[in-house]
C-alpha cells in the first residue's frame, strides 16, 4: 500500500483521540504510568504529523506546485492541529501537569478530525492562485496560527479555571486533581500573552503581504476585520489585567469568547461571508 500524507494525517487523528483518552483517564484515575503514556502518544502523533506535513510539501513539488502545505482551509486546519499539539507539550513539560492534556489535546484532534472526514474540505494539493504566490505566506500563516493555536491552548485553560473551584482541597476527587486556580490563571495569562503577541505580528506581516498583492495594507475584507475583532478581545482582556487587575474567572470568560471569535473568524468568515480570503474555504 503507498502511504500518501492524507494517510499519514488521517491516522493522526485517531493517535490524538486517544491521547486524550488517555489524558481523561490518568485525570480520573491518577496513575502516574497512564499520564506518562499519554505523553509518549502525544508525542508520537506529533512526530506522525509532522511526517505527514513534511510528505505533503514533497508531493506538492512532485506535482508541479512546490508550495508550504498551508494554502487552503485541509492545510491550515492540520498545521493549526500541529501547532496546537506544540504549545500543549510545551506547556506539559514546564509544568510537569499531564491533567491539562485533557482540556488541550480535544482541541488538535477536532480540528485534525474535522480536516481529514468532513465531506466540506478538500484535502487534494492544488496549485497556488496568483494572490498566495508571495514569501509573506510562509510568515503571515505561521504567525497566525500561532496565537490561534495559543488561543485554543488559553481557551482549555479557562475552562478548567471555570470548573476547579477555589478551595486547595475541595473534597472532590477530580477537581482536587487539577492545578489550583492561581497556578491555572498564570498558565492562562501566559499564553494569551504569547498567543497574543504571535497574533499582533500575524495582521502585521499580512497588512503588508495584502499591500503586495492587492495594492493597499487594510481593506476591511471579513477575514481581516473578525481578526482584528479577536485581537481587540485579547487586548481588552490583557488591558484589563494590567490596569484593572482582573483575574479569575473574568479572564477565563474572555479566553473562551476570544476563541469562539477565532473560530468565527476562521469558519465564519469562510462559509458566511465572502470577501479576498473567501480562498480559505477551498
Given amino acids: 500500500m503507498?502511504?500518501?500524507?492524507?494517510?499519514?494525517?488521517?491516522?493522526?487523528?485517531?493517535?490524538?483521540?486517544g491521547a486524550a483518552a488517555i489524558y481523561l483517564v490518568y485525570w480520573i484515575f491518577r496513575l502516574e504510568k497512564v499520564g506518562i503514556l499519554g505523553t509518549i502518544i502525544t508525542i508520537?502523533?506529533?512526530?506522525?504529523?509532522?511526517?505527514?506535513i513534511i510528505l505533503r510539501w514533497m508531493e506538492s513539488y512532485k506535482l508541479g506546485y512546490g508550495h508550504a502545505p498551508l494554502s487552503n482551509l485541509y492545510e491550515s486546519l492540520v498545521f493549526f492541529s500541529w501547532v496546537t499539539i506544540l504549545v500543549?507539550?510545551?506547556i506539559e513539560f514546564k509544568t510537569k501537569?499531564?491533567?491539562?492534556?485533557?482540556?488541550?489535546?480535544?482541541?488538535?484532534?477536532?480540528?485534525?478530525?474535522?480536516?481529514?472526514?468532513?465531506?466540506?474540505?478538500?484535502?487534494?494539493?492544488?496549485p497556488l492562485i496568483p494572490a498566495l504566490q508571495s514569501n509573506w505566506l510562509l510568515a503571515h500563516v505561521i504567525t497566525c496560527f500561532l496565537g490561534y493555536a495559543?488561543?485554543?491552548?488559553?481557551?482549555g485553560l479557562g475552562i478548567m479555571y471555570l470548573i476547579r473551584g477555589d478551595k486547595v482541597k475541595s473534597g472532590n476527587y477530580l477537581l482536587d486533581a487539577l492545578p489550583t486556580r492561581r497556578v491555572i490563571d498564570d498558565l492562562m495569562h501566559q499564553t494569551i500573552i504569547f498567543g497574543f503577541l504571535w497574533l499582533t505580528v500575524g495582521i502585521i506581516t499580512g497588512a503588508v503581504w495584502a499591500n503586495q498583492a492587492w495594492g493597499t495594507y487594510w481593506s476591511w475584507d471579513p477575514k481581516e476585520t473578525w481578526s482584528l475583532i479577536t485581537w481587540f478581545v485579547y487586548a481588552t482582556a490583557l488591558?484589563?489585567?494590567?490596569?484593572r487587575g482582573w483575574a479569575g474567572k473574568k479572564i477565563a470568560y474572555l479566553s473562551i469568547i476570544g476563541f469562539i471569535s477565532v473560530i468565527f473568524t476562521y469558519f465564519g468568515v469562510n462559509f458566511l461571508l465572502s470577501g479576498l480570503h473567501s480562498y480559505g474555504s477551498s
Fill in 88 to 90: 500543549y507539550l510545551v
Fill in 97 to 126: 501537569n499531564r491533567v491539562i492534556g485533557a482540556f488541550a489535546t480535544p482541541f488538535a484532534c477536532l480540528a485534525i478530525a474535522y480536516a481529514s472526514f468532513s465531506p466540506n474540505v478538500e484535502d487534494s494539493i492544488q
Fill in 150 to 155: 495559543s488561543f485554543a491552548v488559553a481557551c
Fill in 44 to 52: 508520537g502523533g506529533f512526530l506522525l504529523e509532522t511526517a505527514g
Fill in 2 to 17: 503507498d502511504v500518501n500524507s492524507s494517510y499519514l494525517l488521517s491516522l493522526t487523528t485517531f493517535v490524538y483521540l
Fill in 239 to 243: 488591558h484589563a489585567r494590567f490596569v
